[in-house]
């Protein structure tokens, strides 16, 4: 009796938890991050605004499974993207960067390692991961120069030769200014 | 022999080993039967819920450090709801019987009223010096045995039960002076 | 015991206390009985100690109430000295947990497969179209940061700031700039 009873309780407890769990999953997850808790975005005006999370993501690698198997392959070890980010003139560039300083503060009190920090007189770029043994479980892009904003959130086990590859590729605009190592 | 049935083995075996040593040490601890009966049940069920974590030949330790504890719990809330303690733990009926006594027929009957007294003065003790003096005095643990069991150096021990016989002395002299003055 | 305390002689109120109780060593038990023989102070102390110790050995030891104990029987074995309730053979039990579980098993796996039906369904193949397209917008946006910060570093003039454990990772993610892919 005492059997079935654990039975129907254990039942009652996988079911909700099956369809309502996935929320707090991602806000559990170590490589998220609230960039709205980080960063003030109330003034700024989003040019892009993109977020995707499962099952939508793991939808978009089943889909591209047949034209790009390793976008699918990196797709599929994800759980959210999020991309962030709005115009700036020079003149804003020193309050942003300011912004960013604080956000960093915050980044690091969360233990993200900041593993890049580029600083020019109108780039500001940290780059941050967040680590689970030998995996990276999250990678956070805070970024500002003199045209443009962005905020990168990407929570998920990250193959981070993919996304550097993958990213050259599906970057804007195209790479001749870059300039290849020695 | 499946593994529920040897944990069931081993725990009747401690529990029958114990149970007496438990309940006689929370009587003399707790100077009150009901409570010492409920702290025996504490420590037997905890014994029930930690048995595979005890390691063989470490039972009669955790019973002796968990039931210490238990009871310095249970003075400590009974401090804190402001009750306080009335010593019903006297020889009653369901005691065994001492030893052979060396003394002669007039000391023993002065022995049997002085016992009660002797319960009521263990109560005054601090915990510390109560609870190690039980374990020598009534449970005829070796000072090595408290000292293992109780994680405590043998010297501390050693002055644990100098102090409290000490402390015995002196609170049975006040007492029987407060008699005689009522007397 | 005298209602006033007895004070012994200094330096032997321990010894006294431990032959009362019989824990002093022979050699010592020996001088300490010749000087009890002398003194009226350390003989009385003595006394008081020993029938404190004969007080103490007739305390006796309790025995726990068979309720307790029957009580305690119950909520751990489940077993009762008094009813005679019918329970199921260990054998029976084993293949009712067994049972049990396949079919948690079974509404696991069902409520899994639903669950992706029904998120499969909830999506369009335009909103699925419109979602790759937003995920290579996101890489590329990712990549170009790091083309941005590759050649930054490469050119050397910058405040860097890289954590030794983690420089593997992004090595590996700008080696494809570097090289070309």
């Known amino acids: 009796m005492k059997v079935w009873k654990c039975f129907f309780v254990l039942t009652m407890v996988l079911v909700p938890l099956a369809l309502f769990g996935q929320d707090d999953e991602l806000e559990k997850a170590p490589g998220y991050i609230d ?21 939508l993501l793991s939808i978009v690698a089943e889909a591209s499974e047949a034209e790009d198997p390793e976008l699918a392959k990196l797709l599929s070890f994800l759980k959210f993207i999020k991309v962030y980010s709005f115009p700036t003139t020079p003149e804003q560039f020193d309050s942003i960067k300011e912004r960013i300083d604080r956000a960093d503060k915050k980044m690091l009190d969360r233990k993200w390692e900041r593993f890049v920090r580029v600083k020019k007189s109108h780039e500001l770029t940290n780059i941050y991961m967040k680590l689970a043994g030998k995996k990276v479980v999250g990678l956070t892009i805070l970024a500002v120069d003199k045209d443009e904003t962005v905020f990168v959130n990407i ?24 300039q290849t190592a020695h | 022999m499946n593994e529920n049935l040897m944990r069931t083995l081993r725990f009747t075996s401690i529990v029958n080993q114990y149970k007496d040593r438990i309940f006689t040490y929370s009587c003399y601890f707790l100077g009150n039967r009901h409570d010492a009966e409920d702290v025996s049940q504490e420590v037997l069920l905890k014994l029930w819920q930690h048995l595979d974590e005890i390691r063989i030949g470490s039972a009669k330790a955790w019973i002796l450090i968990t039931t210490r504890n238990l009871c310095i719990d249970f003075v400590r809330r009974r401090k804190r709801r402001g009750q306080h303690v009335t010593c019903s733990a006297a020889i009653d009926s369901e005691s065994e019987p001492a030893g052979p006594a060396e003394l002669s027929p007039l000391e023993m009957a002065n022995a049997s009223s002085l016992s009660e007294q002797i319960a009521k003065a263990l ?25 293992n069991a109780l994680k405590l150096p043998l010297n501390t021990v050693k002055v644990y039960i100098l102090r409290g016989r000490m ?8 007492s029987l002076k407060a008699e005689l003055h009522d007397a | 015991m005298p209602d006033t305390l007895e004070k012994p002689c200094r330096g032997l109120s321990e010894q006294i206390m431990l032959y009362a109780f019989n824990e002093l060593g022979f050699w010592r038990r020996r001088k300490l009985k010749s000087h009890l023989r002398r003194c009226a102070d350390c003989s009385a102390t003595y006394q008081d100690y020993r029938l404190l110790n004969a007080g103490i050995e007739s305390l006796g030891k309790k025995r726990l109430p068979e309720l307790t104990l029957q009580h305690v029987l119950l909520r751990t074995l489940g077993a009762t000295a008094t009813s005679k309730s019918v329970r199921p053979t260990p054998v029976v039990r084993k293949w009712g947990i067994a049972v049990a579980g396949v079919l948690l098993l079974l509404v696991a796996a069902a409520i899994w497969q639903t669950t992706e039906k029904w998120n499969h369904r909830q999506y369009s193949q335009a909103e699925i179209q419109n979602a790759k397209a ?13 083309n941005r910060t590759q050649a930054t ?8 700031n890289i954590a030794r454990p983690v420089w593997q990772g992004l090595e590996m993610a700008l080696k494809p700039l570097m090289h070309g892919g």
């Open chain 1, 35 to 55: 960039l709205d808790q980080v960063f003030d975005f109330k003034k700024d005006t989003a040019t892009t605004e993109i977020e995707i999370m499962n099952p």
């Open chain 1, 155 to 178: 929570v998920g086990t990250i193959d981070m030769r993919s996304i550097g590859k993958l990213g050259q590729k599906f970057s804007i605009p195209k790479l001749d200014s870059v």
């Open chain 2, 123 to 147: 109560l005054q003790l601090p915990e510390t010096q109560r609870g190690v003096l039980i374990m020598r005095e009534i449970q005829d643990l070796s000072y090595h045995d408290i000292s």
């Open chain 2, 167 to 174: 402390a015995l002395r002196e609170i049975l002299a006040k």
């Open chain 3, 134 to 146: 937003e995920v290579q917008t996101a890489l590329g946006m990712v990549g170009k940061v790091m």
């Open chain 3, 153 to 160: 570093l490469a050119n050397q003039a910058v405040t860097q």
